[in-house]
Nanobody, 123 residues
C-alpha cells in the first residue's frame, strides 16, 4: 500500500510559479510511477504529467509542455510538479497518483491517490 500526501498548492498571479510536492510513504512491491492529474468540478481528470520510478523518463501533457516539469527527490520520497508561466486556465484541483510502472495515461489505472490541492491562478 502507498500513501500520498500533497501539502502544497495555493493562489498565484498569472505568470507566476508553484512547486507542489507529492510525498509518498508505505510499501509497494514495485517502486511506483507517480503521475499528476488535475480536475475541475464536473470535469474528468486530466493527465498532467508522469515520472517513471527511476526518474529517468517523464511525460507532460501538451497543454503544459514547456511550462511544467516533474522531478523526484528520492531522499525525501517526494515528487515535485514545477509549474511556471501559470495561466488562469491552469486553475484546478491537482492530485498525485501512484501505480506500478510504467507511466500510464488513464486515471483508472492508478490505485493510490493523494487528497488533492487547489491551485488558483488569478488574471
Amino acid at each position: 500500500e502507498v500513501q500520498l500526501v500533497e501539502p502544497g498548492g495555493g493562489l498565484v498571479q498569472a505568470g507566476g510559479s508553484l512547486r507542489p510536492p507529492c510525498a509518498a510513504s508505505g510499501s509497494s512491491r514495485d517502486v511506483p510511477s507517480i503521475a499528476w492529474f488535475r480536475q475541475a468540478p464536473g470535469n474528468e481528470r486530466e493527465g498532467v504529467s508522469c515520472i517513471s520510478s527511476n526518474g529517468r523518463s517523464t511525460y507532460h501533457a501538451d497543454s503544459v509542455k514547456g511550462r511544467f516539469t516533474t522531478s523526484t527527490d528520492n531522499a525525501k520520497n517526494a515528487v515535485y510538479l514545477q509549474m511556471t508561466s501559470l495561466k488562469p486556465e491552469d486553475t484546478d484541483v491537482y492530485l498525485c497518483a501512484a501505480a506500478p510502472p510504467p507511466c500510464r495515461s488513464k486515471s483508472d489505472d492508478y490505485s493510490y491517490w493523494g487528497q488533492g490541492v487547489q491551485v488558483t491562478v488569478s488574471s
